[in-house]
């Protein structure tokens, strides 16, 4: 019998989370199972076992990789040659489509953050989950602090303390705009108007609310309707984005 072909470290943990993918695509986030992962990977329960060591560690190992996907995408935003507060208000303008890394990125999200998944989770998951949060606040502190030293804010300001607001402002208003959609996504999935997944327009609420947080602190260059062409612009550039009126 010709021995059993050999994969690297790398590639079996690809072949596992790709199997895990196509798993839960054909169920759930929560109804698949170890063994089902293995056959679909072609790999034994063993070497599944040395990678991730229960569902759990499933659900954090995807959930790393589209947090790793979006932190990517943000570092794309942030090294864009706009001022400060369009690379942050940008944020909000990116293609949600682009953003996708899975078909059920908002389920994964809201079960990998569970507190159950996490105290269940070995600690090499959580660990790098941990790890990858860290890696993209430090992102968006870079661009901030690099933004207010190169004297983009007009007044002296509490500089860890003004990162800091503008981390948490920016952040909330987003992640609170999701959830609201969401719980709108009910309906709209029944009428057949669901449209989450569709580019923010600039007079969407979200947008305006964004630009009166954002403007509330003393920028040398405030966010105007000129700003929102500048962000639409840089984005198309590196394909966050698409053209009005592309297919």
């Known amino acids: 019998m010709a021995p059993a072909p050999k994969f690297s470290h790398e590639k079996q943990l690809e072949m596992i989370l790709n199997a895990a993918e196509e798993c839960i695509n054909e169920s759930s986030v929560t ?4 063994a ?26 995807l959930a790393h990789r589209a947090f790793s996907h979006v ?3 943000f570092n794309q935003v942030l090294s864009l040659p706009i001022s400060t507060p ?4 940008a944020i909000e303008f990116i293609d949600p489509k682009k953003m996708q890394c899975f078909g059920f990125d908002n389920d994964l999200l ?28 430090q992102l968006f502190k870079l661009a901030l602090t690099d933004g207010i030293n190169s004297g983009e804010l007009t007044t002296e ?11 948490i402002g920016s952040w909330s208003l987003s992640v609170g705009y999701q959830q609201v959609q969401r719980v709108k996504q009910f309906r709209q999935i029944g009428e057949g108007t669901d449209s989450l997944l569709e580019p923010l327009s600039e ?5 305006r609310s964004s630009m009166r947080f954002l403007n509330s602190y003393p920028w040398q260059q405030p966010l105007t309707q000129e700003s929102i062409k500048t962000i639409q612009t840089s984005l198309e550039s590196i394909h966050l984005r698409d053209p009005k009126g592309a297919l």
């Not at 369009?86 to 208000?89: C, F, T, Y």
Request: glycine fraction near 4%; include cysteine.
């Open 71 to 73: 932190s990517g995408i």
């Open 31 to 34: 109804d698949f199972t170890m």
């Open 86 to 89: 369009e690379k942050i208000l």
């Open 157 to 167: 300001l509490n500089l860890s303390q003004a990162i800091e607001e503008i981390m």
């Open 110 to 137: 809201s079960y990998a953050t569970n507190e159950a998944v996490i105290s269940r989770a070995s600690a090499t998951w959580t660990e790098k989950m941990i790890i990858a949060n860290t890696a993209c606040e």
């Open 203 to 207: 007079n969407d609420p979200i947008i």
């Open 36 to 61: 089902k992962i293995a056959r679909t990977a072609g790999l034994s329960m063993g070497s599944v076992y040395k990678h991730v060591q229960s569902k759990e560690d499933i659900v954090l190992a």
